[in-house]
DNA sequence: TCGATATTTCGGCGATAATCGAAATATGAC
DNA sequence: GTCATATTTCGATTATCGCCGAAATATCGA
């Protein structure tokens, strides 16, 4: 399934921000066990109310997925998110001449397959 | 030369609203040649000065380029701004397995090489 | 149940962003 | 030089964003 334009812009808002894209970039390099909160917010230095906002908003654009685990709550990076949001940007790259950049379209294989 | 996160960041804002993305995207798929300004403001269905200042945000953030054409000014996307970004985002991806997500690293290879 | 830890929700404040109309600048044709 | 076309700059208005402190919710252990 494709992602419209909307979709594109709120995952693209969702990044484009200092502590959520280090959260996300955090959670990127966690990979798919991901990271409880409490440690995230250690870890980019922001307070955990802040936190939540911003943990909120990566859920809501799709980039990022919350499961429960005790008290804590663990956060991990959506990869098949990511990687159709590089396919977005990247599609009908260079018009007549896909050859030169549709490498990106099969990208990121796998990748824990999100979560 | 690797992206710094306030770069990244003011990539992923340039890109982060609707008209900007429908711009960058229209010159995605035109390609090195670009389009002039007043055939992006038509295509996209923008005021000739709100376009302006759209495009001038996009190319302070490194995105694409200008260069002038008689009364036209040209733009076209940066190919090279735009693979240092999707770099940027899967950097260490999966911490201890980056085989996995690495093919992304080598990607799009030329297409055009910006302008 | 009571207290401690982990996280989220709420209300408000200051800063930033998107758009507009009007005017200014740049280039080419006559 | 004068006019038309193409694009940008300016100033103001309205909406949205990010942060905070305080309070609420959820889970676990004694």
Redesign the interface.
């Known amino acids: 399934m494709n992602l419209s334009?909307?979709q594109?812009?709120d995952r693209?808002?969702a990044?484009?921000?200092?502590h959520r894209?280090?959260v996300?970039?955090l959670l990127?390099?966690?990979?798919?066990d991901g990271l409880p909160a409490g440690a995230i917010a250690r870890e980019i230095g922001v307070r955990p109310n802040t936190l939540s906002s911003h943990l909120s908003i990566l859920d809501h654009a799709g980039l990022i997925h919350a499961r429960r685990d005790g008290r804590s709550v663990i956060y991990s990076a959506d990869?098949a998110a990511?990687r159709g949001l590089?396919g977005?940007?990247?599609?009908?790259?260079?018009?007549?001449?896909p050859e030169?950049?549709a490498?990106?379209s099969g990208?990121?294989?796998?990748?824990?397959a999100a979560a």
């Open positions: 334009l909307p594109a812009v693209l808002s990044l484009a921000q200092g894209l280090a996300f970039r990127v390099k966690a990979g798919p990869f990511m590089l977005f940007l990247m599609e009908d790259c260079c018009g007549g001449a030169i950049c490498p990106l990208l990121m294989p796998a990748c824990g």
